[in-house]
């Protein structure tokens, strides 16, 4: 039994590099071989890349693969609430004891050396599946693809790239070719790869890598096609055809991801029963999850309230869509943002649409936008804006002059976070 808690040691693995983000594959290869190698002994492995959806599309996934009765390992990144919600075993999240067991047990292999706290927490994560009996894990990458950590399953049994855009230029590089090519290294040679819509550029990319290690594509609208039609979903796959409920998961977005999904599942031998599941029984906590419980609920009780931890212009655009649709109420923004993020891009699709936006700091983020700053970019995108002390702050402002508005929390994962911390 480890002698102290997750949250210690998690803590004490941050002083073990000087970045948080350093991308390399070097550090992992060495730790990984300390341990016995475990990246080897996974059940088959779905490694899913691109910028947005991804975590949407392991939600559907595992709905999915458990509907067909299978057990299913799945690593996600960043957590809301809890590290543990990284990492979830075949029998459940992964528990207090054998997370800090694990930990402890990378720490010690690793003596001192310098690893990223990303790195050496996914090594924990891999000997932690390693151990569990299971019949699929779904890796999500952390960032790009051929040098993030979990890029050292040499064979999986499928991978799955979804829409890729601008994000995170200042690791992945300042154009969509050069994005593109660094999500497309977790193609692997003789592993078909499921591929979302892209923007013609970063499908090219795509195709060239597939070529050169000789992976097979099955891409949007030329291998399968997706789409709602007479108030349900339509797959279309070669001369196959099926119908099929919308996704639990709301947003016209989710009907790309959806498709992704189901030709995946296609592809890994699976059927109908996993179709209906992974649209049916998915849930994915902070992409427009409505709020019905909790303070932020009280202080503003007519008032419709959703959370989103979407930080990009594509889920800006996404988002503005999805509100577009639902019925009418006025629609009052809370946003919090890094500075790493496009905030004028992604605030953007919602001017002329929002009735106002009240800024507020991510708690706990350094690098955390300012509540001013925010509602300054907001004023530049010609929406009503003011600066909020909090996010309950700015719910019981919009409360008191729009009782009956729609709130939507957004601007990013770790605000969702907070937000969902208090707010139960």
Known sequence: MSRFGSDVILERMMSLHPKIM?????????????????QDRLPPVVHIAGTNGKGSVLAMLRAGLEGAGKRVHAYTS?????????????????????????????????????????????????????????????????????????????????????????????????????????????????????VGRQETVALEVIRKQAARVGSPLQ??????????????LAFRHGGEHLDLPLPAL????????AG???????????????????????????????????????????????????????????????LGNLPPRRLHLVAGMLRTKDIR???????????SLHGVSVPGQSATVSAQETACAARAERIAANAADSVEAAVRTIARTDSAARILICGSLYLAGEVLRANT
């Open 219 to 232: 891409v949007w609208e030329q291998h399968w096609q997706v789409r709602k039609e007479h108030g349900g």
């Open 260 to 322: 992704i999904v189901l030709a995946s599942l296609l592809t890994l031998g699976f059927g109908e029963t996993a179709f209906e599941a992974g649209l049916r029984d998915a849930f994915w906590p902070a992409r427009m999850q409505k709020l019905t419980v909790g303070p932020l609920v009280q202080a503003a009780p007519e008032a419709e309230i959703y959370l989103d931890g979407g930080h990009n212009p594509a889920a800006g655009l996404a988002l503005a869509d999805l």
């Open 78 to 194: 960043p957590h809301l609430v809890r590290f543990h919600e990284r990492i979830r075993l075949a029998d459940g999240l992964i528990s207090e004891a054998v997370l800090a067991e694990t930990l402890d047990e990378c720490e010690d292999a690793n003596g001192g050396e310098s690893i990223t706290y990303f790195e050496i927490t996914t090594c924990a994560a891999l000997l932690a599946f390693s151990r569990v009996p299971a019949d699929y894990t779904l890796l999500e990458v952390g960032l790009g693809g051929r040098f993030d950590a979990t890029n050292v399953v040499s064979r999986p049994a499928l991978t799955v790239l979804t829409p890729i855009s601008l994000d995170h230029q200042q690791y992945l590089g300042d154009s969509l070719d050069r994005i593109a090519y660094e999500k497309a290294g977790i193609l692997k040679p003789g592993v078909p790869c499921a």
């Open 22 to 38: 350093d991308l390399s594959l070097d550090r992992m290869w060495r730790l990984l071989d300390a341990l016995g190698n475990p």
């Open 250 to 257: 709301l947003g016209s977005h989710q009907i790309g991801n």
């Open 345 to 355: 891009g992604f605030l953007r699709p919602f001017a002329g649409m929002a009735q």
